[in-house]
């Protein structure tokens, strides 16, 4: 029993130094569907070293089975994070490069106290394009790491502008189908590609409205739509629908989903 119990000083570096990689970890994916995978395996772990301290082999075992399939879970689900890891750390200097390691260490530094947008910008535009029913979607990043959609799309990086909004969704320009993404209060890229919700919609909805879904069930974006055919303006947030938003509101609105 003394055995079990004793601890040195290396142990409680241990604790502490493992500790902060699973709340890093745990900031990474707050906010996305992995957060229940994570969990839950974090869960299954915690449980599997209490019964292997206790010396409960059976029941070891069998968990022991459970995490080794957990970490594959994990690789698949986290596959596209890994690979922009990895290929950060495969540039040549990318630790004398302050624009990569700004990105590399961004995951671990983004706040939501720090989170600032330029939505009344954003509003102003929108209730103009939607009196001409004009299609519009936003996506507007907050703690989850979107870069991989700006992969998708065409990159701009421009400050938030009304007449650069209108101009991206005017219906005969080249981009105006896809989403915009915002970024630390920027324009980052517009035509992204966005995965489509596999909710069971009413006819009315669009794939903007579908494609607005499925990005606020993978992430804690906030998606914004504008109807192309009711000019009606729509929130996604949390894998969850808000219709029907009023222009008069709408900054309202804005700040009680961002803040």
Not at 191 to 219: D, K, V
């Amino acid at each position: 029993m003394a055995d079990f119990i004793s601890l040195r000083w290396l142990d409680f570096l241990d604790i502490l130094l493992v500790a902060f990689l699973i709340f890093q970890l745990y900031k990474i994916v707050k906010g996305t569907v992995a957060i229940r995978i994570f969990l839950g395996i974090f869960a299954i772990y915690l449980f599997w070293k209490v019964v292997e301290a206790l010396k409960m082999e059976l029941l070891t075992e069998i968990l022991g089975q459970f995490i080794g399939v957990g970490v594959i879970a994990l690789i698949i689900v986290f596959q596209q994070e890994l690979r922009r890891f990895l290929l950060l750390i495969g540039t040549p200097g990318f630790l004398q490069e302050n624009e990569t390691a700004k990105k590399l260490f961004s995951w671990f530094k983004k706040n939501d106290d720090d989170f600032d947008l330029d939505y009344r910008t954003i509003s102003k535009a929108l209730k103009s394009l939607s009196k001409a029913k004009t299609g519009v979607l936003i996506v507007i990043e907050k703690s989850s790491n979107l870069d991989y959609l700006a992969d998708s799309g065409i990159e701009i990086d421009a400050k938030i502008s009304k007449d650069i909004i209108e101009n991206i969704f005017f219906k005969n320009t080249p981009m105006h189908d896809g989403a915009m993404l915002i970024v630390n209060n920027r324009i980052k890229a517009a035509r992204c590609i966005l995965p489509i919700s596999e909710q069971e919609l009413e006819g009315n909805y669009g794939m903007r409205h579908r494609a607005a879904l499925g990005i606020s069930e993978n992430s804690d974006c906030l998606a914004v739509i504008v109807s192309e055919e009711t000019g009606e303006i729509s929130f996604a947030s949390n894998g969850k629908l808000i219709e029907g938003i009023n222009q008069e509101n709408l900054e309202q609105k804005f700040r009680s989903f961002l803040y």
